[in-house]
């Protein structure tokens, strides 16, 4: 005779997931508010992309392409790719959850590494795996610790590369050398979010590994350099076989008439998408420059933001930074919940935020504990 339960109850392991704290928003008491904690483009979205937006507005009465063809289709134009082998999906996170959802379950794990997206681990326990963690070297993937913990159990290997929060890289020989060393069943997926960002000849998003190889899949999102992240707009890159498997479990309409819309137009401007690039690269070169000279570590970043480390002292740590920089409104994010609990990862803004960090941190390392 079965118990009767007093409530509904999740199935086993759901409640041991850590749910995702986004990066705060807001400063209290404070009359104006630099944003620079999640990653934004200081340039927004291109004019283009805002234009096609509000296009869709009028026929908000019709049902979107559940195929979203013009998103696909723009994509494919712009990195001379086949529409067929891509997906895509509510932001990146959506086709994450996907691949989980298709290719986990219990019983199997995946590997991750421990500075990686937090996302991954989550996804890969919502679908009742196991998530293996192993180390960085220097804030950078090792490829060898990664061989290292893949056994018989293994089924998907994640990699943000750049990663996140530290912006640090791995060369494409790396990466080649990782997928020829796994087995031909566990799926490779490449985060590669900030992508855009990288001008460094030994590295490569995944476009490559993804053709020519059936286990590899590449992400990507609009979220970054083209300024979408309030629409949600993510891609995948992926041999025939994996997309006609996340095409059976994922929501018929899961892309908005607006963000397909957008998506299409924006990933098209690329004049603009140089123009955001090349702001950024000027200021991630003085942010670092500036930061180093006042005594504080800066992990080499090839994305959109720094990770910076204090020092350990007393009134000199990244929650008193953080602490500091809030309360002259500047939001940035702390990572402790990334492994670096005495470091902070700040956006690059503005010019006039970027300064006003330079200034902000140039002080509060003067001040006398």
């Known amino acids: 005779m079965s118990m009767e339960m007093s409530k509904p109850v999740p199935r086993p392991g759901i409640l041991d997931i850590a749910a995702y704290v986004p990066g705060k928003e807001h400063a209290p008491g404070v ?5 620079l904690s999640s990653n934004e483009t200081p340039l927004g979205a291109s004019p283009k992309a805002i234009e096609a937006f509000r296009e869709t507005a009028t026929n908000l009465e019709r049902y979107p392409d559940g195929q979203a063809k013009e998103l696909r289709q723009a994509i494919a134009d712009v990195h001379g790719l086949n529409p067929a082998n891509i997906l895509c999906g509510n932001g990146s996170d959506e086709l994450l959850g996907l691949l989980c959802h298709v290719y986990l379950g219990t019983g199997d794990e995946a590997v991750i590494t421990e500075h990686g997206f937090l996302v991954y681990k989550i996804q890969i326990q919502a679908a009742g795996a196991t998530p293996v ?6 804030c950078t993937v090792d490829i060898d610790a990664i061989l290292a913990a893949v056994t018989e159990k293994t089924k998907m290997v994640f990699i943000a590369n750049p990663g996140n929060p530290t912006g640090t890289y791995v060369p494409v020989s790396e ?5 020829a060393s796994l087995p031909k069943h566990v799926i490779l ?16 998003a995944g476009l490559e590994l993804v053709s020519a190889n059936p286990n590899v899949v590449m992400t990507r999102t609009f979220s970054k350099v083209y300024g979408l992240a309030a629409l949600r707009v993510g891609w995948v890159y992926a041999p025939a076989e994996i997309i006609d498997a996340l095409n059976r479990v994922r929501g018929p309409f899961n892309m908005n008439a607006g963000a397909i819309a957008a998506g299409a137009a924006a990933v098209r401007d690329q004049a603009f998408t140089e123009k955001a690039v090349a702001f950024n690269m000027l200021w991630i070169g003085k942010v670092t420059q500036a930061l180093e000279a006042i005594g504080l570590k800066v992990t080499p970043s090839v994305a959109n933001f720094v990770l910076i480390h204090f020092p350990d002292a007393e009134g000199k740590s990244a929650i008193e930074a953080d602490d500091f920089l809030t309360s002259r409104g500047y939001i940035v994010r702390a990572v402790r919940s990334y492994g670096f609990p005495n470091s902070l990862r700040i956006s690059i803004g503005t010019e006039e935020a970027n300064l006003g960090v330079i200034d902000t941190l140039t002080e509060f390392m003067g001040r006398k504990a």
């Open 31 to 35: 009359a104006r508010v630099f944003k």
């Open 133 to 138: 963690t192993v180390k960085e070297k220097d």
């Open 175 to 179: 990466i080649r050398r990782l997928q």
């Open 189 to 204: 997926v490449l985060d590669a979010a900030y992508a855009e960002y990288v001008r460094r000849n030994d590295y490569e």
